[in-house]
């Protein structure tokens, strides 16, 4: 049976739009009272106007570094008097083919999407331990294991394989303290998650994607993703799911939405 979320205090990296906001807002709609993650100070104020200041609290930080890191999840506490769970759901992509990819952004989807869930981790654990029923969500991608997702993504697809080899490994860790862990693979939905893809390298990514088959799956949204969070951190003490997998399942022909054939 699950649990009533109702009271606790949840961290949402990357929670000012996209997956994040989503989230966010399933919790605060469940009772959840949510500290917010964001490199943005703009996004993050609206987000939290958004949400409601009493249930929103908003910190402006770059989670690829650990001191910020450290610094945002105390005032989050400090805040709200306490810490029930995390969801690392930051991350970036930049399409390019492997031949073409620039040295910085490697980097910075490397530290954003696999660093920074290792630093919000450490950060999250001491604040966690000893709760009643403390939980941490790692937010994969399906691009880490399936072809017919968006092509030109391998470091982001990487990352992503790398935080759940990563969760395996943290989950073990973490069942003596009883936190327990869970990692969301999520397909596609609409967001703007390439809304800052450079134009001419998003239209080599889909030119290519368009060739990996006639058909993609459609009829997701940001909000059974969000769902399928809740779902996880409303376990009951001694429960975890593991790996939980969303992914749209309305197929539907490339051409009709691109008009190529």
């Known amino acids: 049976m699950s649990r009533d979320l109702a009271g606790g205090v949840y961290i949402v990296t990357g929670g000012s739009q996209g997956f994040g906001l989503a989230i966010a807002r399933e919790l605060v709609e469940h009772g959840a009272r949510v500290g917010l993650l964001s490199r943005s100070r703009d996004r993050l104020d609206a987000a939290v106007a958004d949400l409601g200041a009493q249930h929103a609290f908003g910190v402006a930080t770059d989670v690829a570094s650990r001191a910020a890191v ?8 400090e805040h709200f008097g306490r810490l029930d769970g995390l969801v690392n759901n930051a991350g970036m992509a930049r399409p390019d083919r492997i031949e073409q990819l620039v040295e910085a952004e490697v980097q910075a989807q490397v530290n954003t999407n696999f660093l920074g869930t290792v630093f919000c981790c450490q950060a999250a ?12 969500v790692n937010i994969s991608s399906a691009s880490a294991w399936h072809y017919d997702e968006i092509v030109h993504l391998s470091i982001y697809a990487a990352t992503k394989a790398a935080v759940e080899r990563f969760s395996r490994d943290l989950r073990e860790e973490l069942q003596a303290d009883r936190i327990g862990v869970t990692c969301v693979r999520p397909g596609g939905a609409v967001t703007d998650f390439a809304s800052e893809w450079a134009r001419e390298k998003f239209e080599a990514a889909m030119q290519g994607w368009q060739a990996t088959g ?12 969000a769902a399928s969070v809740r779902y996880a951190l409303a376990q009951p003490p001694g429960v975890a799911v593991d790996l939980l997998e969303i992914r ?8 009709d939405l691109y008009g190529k054939q």
């Not at 654990?125 to 941490?136: A, Q, S, V, Y």
């Not at 749209?248 to 051409?255: D, F, G, R, S, Y």
């Open 70 to 77: 450290d610094k945002a999840f105390a005032a989050v506490s």
């Open 248 to 255: 749209p399942n309305i197929p539907v022909a490339k051409a």
């Open 214 to 225: 006639s058909h993609l799956d459609m009829g997701m949204e940001a909000a059974h993703v």
């Open 125 to 136: 654990i001491p604040l966690l331990r000893g709760g009643d029923n403390p939980r941490i």
